[in-house]
C-alpha cells in the first residue's frame, strides 16, 4: 500500500453491484459514509437494470454527496458489475460492498490496519444476518446458526485466521488487478474463485472477527428458496471447477434431500417406516430450532424450521440439478493465476 501520503491512511474505493434494492441501498451507502476513515474514500455503484426505485435512489444519492459515483452494468450479472466498478475506480484499496449489506462502526479502518498487520490481499469477516421483521429475524437466526450453515466461520464466527474465502472482502488493488478482476462466467461464487487465483498466485485471505457486515435476508419463502437454490447449483459447478473442493458441509443438503425423497416413496409404497426418515429430519430441525431462536419473539421462533427447511432442502436441491454444461462451460473460461513479480522471482 505504498500509494499514501506521509502519515496518511491509503485511499479506499467502496465498490457496489446493486440491482432491485431500493429497500436497503440508501442505508447500505449512508453506513459507508458514516466510517469516519481518516483516508481518502469514494463509492463507485454498478447500477443493473433494476425495475423499482434503485435508479432514482442512486442518483439522489450523487446529488447529496460528492464522494458517491455510479457506473452502468447493463447485464445486471454481479461479476460484471463488480469488474465495472474496479474499473471506475481509483484508489489503491477496493472494498467490495452489496447493496442490500451496511459496514460496522470502523470496518473500513480495521480492513486496512489488518491488511498492513498480516500482509494479506485480502481480508473479510462475519456477514452477521439481521432481520426486520418476524420472518427476516427467522432466516436471520437460520443463517447464524451450525445447524443452519455448518461450521462457516464467515456466517457463524470463529478465530482469526487464514481462509479459502472471506465474506465481501477488502482487496489490495494489486491483487485485483494482477488476477483481472472477477471471472464473469461465475454468476454465484464469484468470490471463491477469485480467491482460490490470488491464492494459487501465492496471496493470502484473511479472515477476522473483528469485520462485520450487517446483511438483510431475502424478504420471503420463495426469495429465500432462489437464493438457495442459486448457492447449491453453483456450489457444484466449484466442485467440477475445482477438484477436492467439496467436503461433508456441502453434502450434506444433498443428502438430505436424496434421502428425504426416498423415505416418501418407501413409505407410501411399502412400508410406514420409510417415514421414520423425513420425520427424523423435521424432528431434528425442530429441535434446533429452539436455541437458534433464544431471545426471540414467538412468531419469529415458529418460523425458523420453514427457513432451515428451505435453506437445506433448496440448496440441496441445487446442487444436485446443477447441469454438467454449465460446469464445463466455466471450466472453459479458467483463468490461471497470474504471479506477480516478487512471487516470480
Known amino acids: 500500500m505504498n500509494a499514501k501520503s506521509e502519515g496518511q491512511p491509503p485511499a479506499v474505493s467502496v465498490i457496489m453491484p446493486v440491482l432491485n434494492e431500493e429497500r436497503h441501498l440508501r442505508e447500505a451507502v449512508h453506513a459507508i459514509l458514516r466510517q469516519e476513515y481518516a483516508g481518502e474514500m ?10 423499482d426505485r434503485t435508479d432514482e435512489i442512486a442518483a439522489e444519492l450523487v446529488r447529496e454527496d460528492p464522494r458517491v459515483h ?14 465495472a466498478a474496479i474499473k471506475a475506480s481509483r484508489h489503491p484499496i477496493v472494498v467490495r460492498v452489496d447493496g442490500h449489506a451496511a459496514l460496522s462502526p470502523g470496518y473500513i479502518t480495521t480492513a486496512v490496519r489488518l491488511l498492513e498487520e498480516t500482509g494479506a490481499m485480502n481480508v473479510g469477516g462475519i456477514m452477521h444476518a439481521e432481520g426486520q421483521n418476524d420472518w427476516e429475524h427467522a432466516v436471520a437466526a437460520a443463517m447464524t446458526s451450525k445447524i443452519g450453515v455448518g461450521n462457516a466461520a464467515f456466517h457463524t464466527g470463529g478465530d482469526a485466521q487464514q481462509a479459502e474465502t472471506v465474506y465481501l472482502g477488502v482487496f489490495r488493488r494489486e491483487a485485483l488487478e494482477q488476477q483481472g478482476g472477477y471471472n464473469e462466467e461465475f454468476i454465484r461464487a464469484q468470490d471463491w474463485e477469485l480467491n482460490f487465483r490470488i491464492r494459487e498466485a501465492g496471496g493470502m485471505i484473511w479472515f477476522s472477527p473483528e469485520l462485520k457486515v450487517s446483511y438483510r435476508p431475502r424478504p420471503s419463502v420463495r426469495a429465500l428458496a432462489k437464493q438457495y437454490k442459486d448457492y447449491g447449483r453453483w456450489r457444484h459447478v466449484v466442485a467440477r471447477y475445482h ?9 450434506a443438503p ?7 425423497a426416498a423415505g416418501v416413496v418407501v413409505g407410501a409404497a411399502l412400508t410406514p417406516w420409510g417415514f421414520v426418515i423425513p420425520g427424523g429430519y423435521v424432528a431434528a430441525i425442530a429441535a434446533g430450532s429452539v436455541p437458534a ?16 427447511a428451505t435453506m437445506h432442502m433448496s440448496w440441496g436441491w441445487g446442487f444436485l440439478t446443477s447441469p454438467r454444461s454449465l460446469a464445463e462451460r466455466v471450466i472453459a473460461s479458467r483463468r490461471p493465476a497470474v504471479l506477480g513479480e516478487t512471487q516470480r522471482a
Open 243 to 251: 477438484e477436492g473442493s467439496i467436503n461433508l458441509r456441502y453434502l
Open 293 to 308: 431462536g433464544k431471545g426471540l419473539p414467538l412468531k419469529a421462533r415458529l418460523r425458523i424450521p420453514v427457513a432451515l
Open 42 to 51: 469514494e463509492v463507485v455503484v454498478a447500477l443493473g437494470p433494476s425495475t
Open 70 to 83: 455510479t457506473v452502468p452494468n447493463p447485464t445486471g450479472r454481479t461479476p460484471a458489475a463488480l469488474n
Open 254 to 260: 444433498p443428502t438430505a434431500v436424496c434421502a428425504i
